[in-house]
């Protein structure tokens, strides 16, 4: 059963996008999986209830619950954690210690960096990952590449001690998708082939995780 928790203390980084379109990707795949919404605000259960009658349905557990872990199916063959808005590395340490991976994304603007060194830091005390035990990666999530702003932001991130696994460029497609329960790869057309490209350095990270 592998783990994936996608994390970040810092609120609108994307993490539910993230969540989601991982655990899309897992389930088109042929793989049973689960996504636990640890976000009271519940945005990933409300996308895995909309997609419940397809055939890569998604199953959501409550991971604001304590009994979540006990909920998880034996045969789940893929677990995505969408972990809390604002929520440190001691606030996630029940996820952290079944995790295989860490996903951070950061948005590529000044104060949403020093929120994720912050976050970094704090998350750099927890012996796994101190000890590169568990892998942790960042995505630039909304980004412009061709921007300066996006090129600055890399430049940073590429002097943390974690690596820029993945880029994702802004669209609003994420949003109308996530309205329908739906991911970037539940469709083939050539706009969304393209920013599915976007994604497989993360998902060949993942599969080495």
């Known amino acids: 059963m592998k783990t994936i928790l996608v994390a970040s203390s810092k609120g609108g980084a994307g993490k539910t996008t993230l969540a989601t379109n991982l655990a899309a990707w897992w389930a088109l795949e042929g793989k049973r999986t689960v996504l636990v919404d640890a976000d009271p605000q519940a945005s990933s259960t409300r996308w895995a ?31 995505v954690v969408d972990g809390r808005a604002g929520a440190m590395a001691e606030d996630l340490e029940a996820f952290i210690e079944r995790a295989d991976a860490i996903v951070v994304p950061v948005l590529p603007s000044g104060l949403d960096i020093e929120a ?62 996530a309205g329908l329960g739906r991911s970037l790869f539940d469709y ?12 497989e350095p993360l998902l060949e990270w993942l599969r080495k995780a």
């Open 49 to 79: 209830e909309r997609r419940a009658e397809m055939e890569s349905a998604v199953l959501p557990l409550d991971g604001t619950r304590k009994g979540w872990k006990s909920a998880l199916p034996e045969d789940a063959d893929c677990v």
């Open 116 to 177: 994720t060194v912050g976050f970094l830091n704090n998350l750099a005390k927890v012996p796994r990952v101190h000890k590169r035990k568990l892998p942790v990666g960042l995505v630039l999530n909304r980004a412009k590449p061709w921007t300066h702003t996006a090129q600055q932001a890399l430049e940073m991130m590429a002097q943390w001690p974690y690596p820029v696994v993945a880029t994702l460029r802004d669209t609003q497609a994420y949003v109308v998708m």
């Open 188 to 199: 083939r057309s050539a706009q969304v082939r393209d920013h599915q490209g976007d994604w």
